[in-house]
């Protein structure tokens, strides 16, 4: 079989979650590229709106779903509407997510709780649902797990994130965790650990700490608007479909110093 024929995803349907911006669009438009047809979810429709846009002028086919989904309520109704629209959900791409900046001693309850439910319990509801419902029936599905080189280390000087690292660290282990048990059904489960990428939640910390991060990284530049595309196109396809349970560091080799 040809490499092209298995980077091929037309016909798959592709869920990203915090797919409106950032590096969640950056991806969406990688599967789209490759012939997926997309569903991305955000809290604000207008910002769906505007990645819907720049997607649907690519040629993709594209879907919007406006939805808080810490709130375990709503997510039953995202993969509904993305069934009722596309019939399955073939690719997951885990990437909503948010952060806190806080030393552990001052930090709040709330703000501990905001970035756990997103990052990691709303991750693994969804994934139940969708697994439940098409992944498992289907004998087949690829789950993405974004986490962050955060949860391969502890905190760094500066990066007051204890909640955010604890929760990436807890998708590290997540997606080591169900790639042993949900292979039996051949799905494959994996994980891109970006690095600093310029995002909204990584901005303060290129404008504080930019020159540092730029000295502590071999390729000497913080990450682009392409830099994850090949890796989630990888493991979207069936070009990975003997990788599972890893966890790749897209750094620019940060990680290795």
Known sequence: MSLKHLMDLSGKVALITGGSRGLGLQMAEALGELGAKLAITARKQHELDAAAEQLSAQGIDVITCAADLSRHETLPGVVDTILGRYGNIDILVNNAGATWGALAEDHSAEAWYKVLNLNVN??????QIIGKKCMIPNRSGKIINIASVAGLMGNPPGMDTIAYN???GAVVNFTRALAAEWGKYNINVNAICPGVFPS????ILVETMGDTILAMTPLGRVGGPEDLKGLVALFASDAARHITGQCVAVDGGASVI
């Open 122 to 127: 709303a991750l693994f509801f969804l994934t």
């Open 166 to 168: 604890t929760s990436k």
């Open 200 to 203: 909204k939640m990584a901005n």
